[in-house]
């Protein structure tokens, strides 16, 4: 942020002549690091998000990616210095169409040129790793080190924070040292005493820093985590067999059927037989803070019962009123059904909630398992026909883990995905089987095995004390999981959001039930009790690509046999339609 003399795409007098500040995504800053030979490029670039920019950064993005890169109205400005960076030094010759003469440039591929750009923390993080960092490692890119999220703050009186990255990169088989030891004590410090910076700096040992630590890594990926690369992409259906989870509901009802505990019972007074309406509601305010509110739900109200409540039928009549007001046609649609929400999702049986943003600070996302008569809000992700077991294992420091490393961010609070965090969460599969639908949902019962599993068991395990046990182990995640609800309900009244801060030693019973959970969950998926969570997710990264794999050959072998029945179906078809037509047939000799 400190302002320099020089224009876009002029040397900075205040510097050393070789550094300079343009624009490189309009001047193709490639030509002019390949010209000089620069060794390192190094910037800050603008931070404009993907749903900020103007017409102008718009057409900058689809003029650097193309049209047909996947996912391209969804880059941050920033990501457009990393294409032209690999451009840049990316093996063989680079072209660029900006030139003066409007002619087309080509330059020699700088030597060894290593790469280091500061920027905002959502590129690699939920859909924008796949979108930006998997075409980019196709065309070569490694990463060499990486600062994870900080807060950057300006020296402008008004204070502004971004959430930031630090990547450093190269293209090819180049040298991969790291970059220096940053603000913290190296982990394990390679014996080399060179300089980082220096191109005779040779040790191949890659940096994680994460606040004060630096962190040997062996393999970077674009979730800046020390694990073998994966792209994490938007999946409409769950990578395993467990319920899809969903939005909760959407009143748009400009505020009339909600109501505080207090509005609640004064409004009962005025209307008694309104009482059966109300429900308790949950936002992600309510569940974390303890802030209860209630619903007015009168979508199953008949017109006869809303006669004899006129203060119901007066909120009724100001929705509508609302909603006609709305400039969207779909609001002023809903208008005809002014009982009803625009989304709803009622779920018949106990039920997961989860947060659709939570503080980072926390160790656990704190979920709740709640009855049917609970109505919740958008903000919160809906998960039915939920058991203890799913409970168990979405609370456990494994599926936490998951989160941390895949999640998107609103600034550093994590932003639960559906179609990105819980879709392709690889949960223990083995355990996953052992039951069918029709499973009795109390805690220590015993159940039969699913037909799945009977006609497939000795791919699993020949042995029946090995069935025993992933049996076991299933129901100790369902016993562990309902102490962690009997640790909360031993707190009324205490709020999520207390139990779950940095003072959750207040707290022990819940402590010793997480712990007894988490030693569960990875018992589940065959790692010790004492794993650390760079391992935890590089294991459940293996996962993902193992079952990614195996669902891509599942499709494949589908689409085969979809393909095998079209082309029939047409060789049926094509031999009807040579048949003669039955009038050609009426009145013949044989008709």
Not at 453 to 474: C, G, V, W
């Amino acid at each position: 942020n400190r302002p320099h003399r020089g224009r876009t795409g002029r040397p900075n007098r205040n510097h050393r002549p070789k550094d300079y500040f343009f624009n490189a995504n309009l001047l193709g800053f490639g030509i002019r690091a390949a010209r000089n030979h620069f060794s390192y490029i190094i910037g800050n670039p603008p931070f404009s998000g993907a749903r900020w920019m103007g017409k102008e950064l718009k057409a900058d993005v689809l003029d650097i990616f193309g049209k047909d890169w996947q996912g391209v109205g969804d880059l941050d400005y920033v990501c457009c210095w990393y294409k032209k960076a690999m451009d840049c030094v990316t093996a063989g010759t680079w072209y660029s169409p900006y030139q003066a003469d409007g002619g087309r440039a080509v330059a020699p591929r700088p030597p060894q040129t290593k790469v280091a750009f500061v920027s905002t923390n959502s590129i690699c993080q939920g859909g924008a790793v796949a979108n930006l960092w998997k075409p980019l490692v196709a065309q070569g890119l490694e990463i060499d080190f990486a600062h994870r999220t900080f807060r950057w703050d300006n020296e402008a009186f008004d204070k502004a924070h971004v959430h930031c990255v630090i990547v450093g990169f190269h293209a090819g088989d180049g040298d991969r040292g790291d970059i220096g030891e940053a603000n913290g004590e190296r982990e394990k410090s390679p014996k080399s005493q060179s300089s980082p910076m220096s191109p005779s700096h040779h040790s191949h040992t890659k940096t994680i820093f994460d606040g004060g630590r630096a962190i040997p890594a062996t393999h970077i990926n674009g979730y800046l985590m020390d694990a073998p690369d994966a792209w994490i992409e938007s999946r409409t259906k769950p990578l395993c067999d467990v319920p899809q989870i969903g939005m909760g509901n959407q009143p748009i009802d400009g505020g009339n059927y909600l109501f505080t505990a207090k509005e609640k019972a004064e409004f009962i007074k005025k209307e008694e037989p309104s009482a059966k309406y109300f429900h308790p509601w949950y936002g992600a305010e309510e569940l974390i803070n303890g802030k209860w509110r209630y619903c007015l739900w009168l979508g199953d109200c008949t017109p006869t019962e809303l006669f004899k409540m006129p203060e119901c039928l007066k909120r009724v009549d100001e929705v509508r009123a609302f909603r006609l007001l709305s400039k969207r046609a779909s609001t002023r649609k809903l208008a005809d059904k002014p009982t009803r929400f625009q989304t709803e999702n009622f779920p018949k049986s106990h039920y997961i909630v989860i947060p659709e943003v939570s503080s980072e600070n926390r160790r656990y996302i704190p979920m709740g398992y709640l009855s049917p008569d609970v109505l919740c809000s958008n903000k919160l992700r809906i998960m039915p026909d939920a058991t203890p077991f799913h409970f168990g294992v979405l609370m456990s420091s494994v599926h936490n883990a998951w989160v941390r490393a895949v999640c998107g961010r609103l600034k550093s609070d994590y932003d639960y995905s559906i179609k990105i965090v819980y879709n392709n969460f690889p949960w223990p599969e083995s355990l996953l089987s052992l039951w069918g639908d029709s499973e009795s949902r109390s805690l220590g019962e015993d159940s039969k095995l699913s037909p799945s599993l009977q006609t497939s068991k000795t791919t699993i395990s020949e042995s029946n004390e090995a069935l025993r046990t992933l049996r076991s182990l299933r129901q100790k995640i369902e016993q562990t999981a309902q102490s962690i609800l009997d640790a909360r309900a031993k707190y009324p009244d205490a709020t999520l959001a207390q139990m779950y801060s940095d003072k959750m030693y207040l707290f022990p019973e819940l402590v010793a039930a997480h712990e007894a959970n988490d030693r569960a969950v990875l018992a589940a998926y065959g790692l010790a009790p004492d794993t650390p969570e760079p391992e935890i997710v590089a294991h459940l990264f293996g996962l993902y690509a193992e079952a990614t794999k195996a669902t891509k050959r599942t499709e494949e072998t589908k689409g085969t046999k979809v393909a095998e029945a079209t082309r029939k179906t047409k060789a049926v078809s094509q031999s009807l339609r040579s048949l003669p037509s039955l009038s050609s047939l009426e009145g013949g000799s044989n008709g």
